[in-house]
């Protein structure tokens, strides 16, 4: 059975269902679909709205932010803009040594574009990418 034709959802690990709520709806602004269990823990995960439909499962996990990668990228028009609103509400954009930022923390995507990152309170790493 070819998984290309299932819909597919980004799971990411929090160490704090609720820290985690106050951060992806509160600072992220994503709207919950539902909650339900995780593991051991009754209301322990979120399912999160992006793009018109389900795209984000966080869930509580002993395993939080044991990765360093990027867990999942959204893809903006206008990165400055959401840059600055996500500026505006909190978020810490990352800065890695090897690739040169402007002043909102952005830096040329490899082939042309434009990439920001920022972290969850647990370390998980996200992106926000643009064609221009």
Same mark, same amino acid.
Not at 26 to 44: H, K, N, Q, Y
């Given at each position: 059975?070819?998984?290309?034709?299932?819909?597919l959802?980004?799971?990411?690990?929090?160490?704090?269902?609720? !820290?985690?709520v106050a951060?992806?709806? #509160?600072?992220?602004?994503?709207?919950?679909?539902?909650?339900?269990?995780?593991?051991?823990?009754?209301?322990?995960?979120?399912?999160?709205?992006?793009?018109?439909?389900?795209?984000?499962?966080?869930?509580?996990?002993?395993?939080?932010?044991?990765?360093?990668?990027?867990?999942a990228?959204?893809?903006?028009?206008?990165?400055?803009?959401?840059?600055?609103?996500?500026?505006?509400?909190?978020?810490?954009?990352?800065?890695?040594?090897?690739?040169?930022?402007?002043? !909102?923390?952005?830096?040329?995507?490899? #082939? #042309? #574009?434009?990439?920001?990152?920022?972290?969850?309170?647990?370390?998980?790493?996200?992106?926000?990418?643009?064609?221009?």
């Amino acid at each position: 059975m070819p998984l290309s034709t299932h819909h597919l959802r980004a799971s990411v690990a929090v160490s704090d269902i609720q !820290k985690a709520v106050a951060f992806y709806e #509160g600072v992220l602004g994503l709207r919950a679909l539902r909650s339900g269990p995780s593991a051991t823990v009754a209301d322990g995960s979120r399912v999160y709205a992006s793009g018109g439909g389900p795209a984000l499962n966080v869930y509580q996990s002993v395993t939080a932010g044991k990765t360093s990668a990027t867990v999942a990228t959204w893809y903006v028009e206008d990165i400055d803009q959401v840059v600055d609103e996500l500026t505006s509400s909190g978020v810490e954009f990352v800065r890695y040594e090897q690739f040169e930022h402007d002043d !909102k923390g952005i830096t040329a995507r490899a #082939g #042309g #574009g434009r990439i920001a990152w920022f972290q969850d309170p647990d370390g998980n790493t996200f992106a926000l990418e643009a064609d221009v």
